[in-house]
């Protein structure tokens, strides 16, 4: 057999001299949380384990129940103060915003005007993302 093989494997850490990064990982040290995980799920018992679980038992954990949502999704949500519901947000994101100018030269405009030229790829920023546009007779 071939011994280089072996010499070549992904061992998981990389030697100090072949990362980005000064310092050996294995000196970082670890971490625990702050509080203990699943002591009071199914199975942290030997006679838990022995006994064994239910199906039914096992897919109410690892199947949440779907709750039906009374409302349109707008303004309806549990877990913030609430969302912008009037007539000036769009429902329709817009793209890369650019001057009239295209972008080029000195902005010769007292206004700030802009064009959408369209989604780059998806990869917006998060500004950009949250522009969205409104039909001038919507409103």
Do not use: K
């Not at 890369?96 to 206004?111: C, H, I």
């Amino acid at each position: 057999m071939d011994d280089d093989i072996e010499d070549n494997a992904d061992t998981g850490v990389l030697d100090p001299e072949d990362t980005l990064e000064d310092g050996d990982p294995y000196d970082e040290g670890y971490s625990p949380p702050e509080r203990p995980l699943a002591t009071r799920d199914w199975g942290t018992t030997a006679a838990e384990e022995a006994a064994g679980e239910s199906w039914a038992g096992r897919l109410a954990r690892e199947l949440p129940e779907i709750r039906a949502t009374g409302g349109d999704g707008l303004g309806d949500t549990d877990d913030t103060d609430g969302e912008l519901v009037d007539d000036e947000v769009g429902d329709f994101r817009a793209g890369r915003l650019v001057a009239a100018n295209a972008g080029f030269g000195p902005d010769a405009e007292a206004e700030l005007y802009a064009s959408d030229i369209g989604i780059d790829g998806g990869a917006a920023s998060a500004e950009e993302a949250a522009v969205h546009v409104v039909n001038p007779r919507d409103l």
